[in-house]
């Protein structure tokens, strides 16, 4: 009994090379889904940077149509103190958003 080893059925020897196919099985489904999940991360930074870019362009196109549009006609009457209230909010509402920290 000491030196001898149980002989294994056919159907035991089977379900341990099942068992160690399913293993190799789950290895390769996770090292797949983390390759997934960094090429994930890595689009997602690029389109990060796509963005920064385009919001930083539309900053300077805004800059500089506002630097060669026409002076406005001259007011007769002082704007209004609601007019002034709503000018203010649209100036600090457009900062903000351009100068509002971006979540990682």
Do not use: Y
Not at 12 to 35: F, G, P, V
Request: net charge positive; with cysteine; hydrophobic share 50%.
């Amino acid at each position: 009994m000491f030196g001898r080893k149980p002989e294994m059925s056919p159907l035991a020897l089977r379900k341990r090379l099942l068992i160690a196919e399913s293993e190799l099985n789950r290895a390769q489904l996770s090292a797949d889904c983390e390759a997934m999940a960094r090429g994930v991360h890595d689009l997602a930074r690029r389109a990060q940077g796509v963005a920064d870019w385009a919001a930083a362009a539309g900053l300077l196109i805004a800059a500089v149509r506002v630097c060669r549009r026409a002076p406005p006609p001259p007011v007769a009457a002082n704007p209004s103190w609601l007019q002034k209230i709503l000018n203010c909010a649209r100036i600090a509402s457009t900062l903000w958003f351009a100068l509002r920290p971006r979540r990682e």
